[in-house]
């Protein structure tokens, strides 16, 4: 087993006790969150319980010897229960046998993990989670896609962050500025908020008597961002006019208030915001290539929560640290609960949801705590309710026919299949339904093992 530690303001270190699998670089695993921090890499016929003779020891409730196990079906990851007295539960559904991909929940008593890839970069001994950046706090997973954060903050290069609303793309740059080591202020300003007639005074200022209504100097957020940072949200929705004249700024390192005759040197470090990648607006005309060249001389796409669940129950508690939350308890079914909905919201519904919960008189939280649509969720889950009889125990023939009435989707999966092994991009290429792409080949897997038992 491997047991955490706790290190350096709360920040868990993974370390081996006793001789375990190794962990393969770069390979696919859980990563249990709950109540430890490990990571499992999956190896076909690896088991899971409580007792000596299982692969992977878990202590704890609900756990029976040998709990569960996963095992490589063709290109599916399966997780089959060994006649556990609590069940296995998948995506939040008890499950005799199903695929799991990454961003798969399980549950196996009360341990909960998300099946994820550790990044080539991983060793046994690594942080699985840590404050990555000053208020970022991030999972090894998505550290690996964000890329070295603290290097692309010690340069003046230009960074663009992509990302759906609320995937904290302000708390990044403010700690890529944070990381920088500049000296000046940070300076926000959300392009999507300001009217059309005044962007070009809020961004670059203006002096007395500029134009109607100047009654005094306005120093404007470029001159105030020197030494600092400027941070531009949603820099697509900047007017035409004023796209031009920001390249004008950024190539000459100067800005000129309206009424003014004499530009004024600046310094300051660029990170812009987008919900869509600069490249698409300007194919759409909207956005000008010649400054989408100047500002994205650093591209980082901040995944949405959906595809980083495991970071959730650590995000959570950190949401929580300062507030009465915080030292409320969490069962299970709790953690579980988070990491399978889908947070449309992402970060900032996390935040609201934290809040609400501090709200609670009770010691400890369960998922009968959490607001209505997580039960909504649970009851609509991604994975098919038909998968878990149709996969173990089907009645004869049956497989064989609801293969043949979908063979026309399984050989476009096939073929998209060809091209990638993410089964949810094949799924998305083949026109078909996530849940239906891995029943597909899973049934096909079946079914041949049975005609080769004949």
């Avoid at 692969?55 to 040998?66: A, C, F, T, W």
């Amino acid at each position: 087993m491997r047991r955490s530690g706790e290190v350096d303001e709360g920040v868990t270190v993974t370390e081996p006790s006793t001789p375990e699998r190794p962990v393969d670089a770069g390979q696919l695993g859980v990563l249990w969150v709950a109540p430890e921090e490990r990571f499992t890499p999956l190896a076909d016929g690896l088991t899971v319980g409580r007792g000596s003779s299982a692969d992977v020891v878990l202590e704890g409730n609900g756990i029976s010897r040998l709990h569960a196990r996963f095992r490589r079906d063709g290109r599916l990851w399966l997780i089959e229960d060994l006649g556990s007295k609590n069940g296995t539960r998948v995506n939040r559904r008890p499950l005799s046998l199903a695929p799991v991909e990454e961003q798969t929940v399980v549950r196996v008593g009360d341990w909960v993990g998300v099946v994820c890839r550790l990044p080539k970069t991983a060793s046994p001994s690594v942080a699985l989670f840590e404050e990555a950046a000053p208020g970022w706090v991030a999972g090894v997973p998505t550290q690996a896609k964000l890329g070295p954060i603290g290097a692309m903050a010690a340069h003046d290069l230009s960074v663009v962050l992509v990302g759906e609303t609320g995937t904290g793309k302000e708390v990044l740059a403010r700690a890529l500025h944070a990381l920088s080591g500049r000296r000046g202020r940070f300076v926000a300003l959300n392009c999507a908020a300001i009217p059309e007639n005044m962007a070009e005074s809020e961004l670059f200022g203006h002096r007395k008597g500029a134009f109607t209504g100047a009654v005094q100097q306005r120093e404007g957020f470029v001159a105030a961002a020197d030494g600092g940072t400027l941070f531009l949200d949603e820099i697509g929705d900047l007017p035409a006019s004023i796209q031009a004249k920001l390249l004008r700024v950024l190539e000459e390192r100067a800005v000129t208030p309206i009424g003014s005759t004499h530009p004024r040197g600046v310094d300051f470090k660029l990170i812009a915001a987008t919900q869509e990648p600069l490249a698409d607006l300007v194919e759409e005309g909207t956005f000008r290539r010649d400054l989408c060249a100047r500002v994205m001389a650093a591209e980082l796409t901040i995944p949405p929560l959906r595809e980083r669940r495991e970071d959730v129950p650590r995000l959570f508690r950190f949401a929580a640290k300062e507030l009465p939350a915080g030292s409320k308890a969490t069962n299970a079914a709790f953690i579980e609960a988070l990491c399978a909905y889908a947070w449309p919201s992402n970060v900032r519904e996390l935040v609201q949801l934290v809040r609400l919960i501090s709200l609670s008189e009770k010691d400890q939280l369960t998922a009968e705590d959490l607001p209505e649509r997580f039960a909504i969720a649970a009851e609509r889950p991604e994975v098919d309710p038909a998968q878990d009889a149709e996969l173990s125990r089907p009645p004869p023939g049956r497989r064989e026919a609801w293969m043949l009435r979908h063979a026309a989707e399984l050989g476009r999966l096939k073929a998209a299949l060809q091209e990638t092994d993410n089964v949810s991009r094949a799924a998305r290429e083949a026109g078909i339904p996530r849940y239906r792409a891995l029943r597909l080949l899973a049934a096909e897997s079946a079914l041949a093992r049975e005609r080769g038992s004949c």
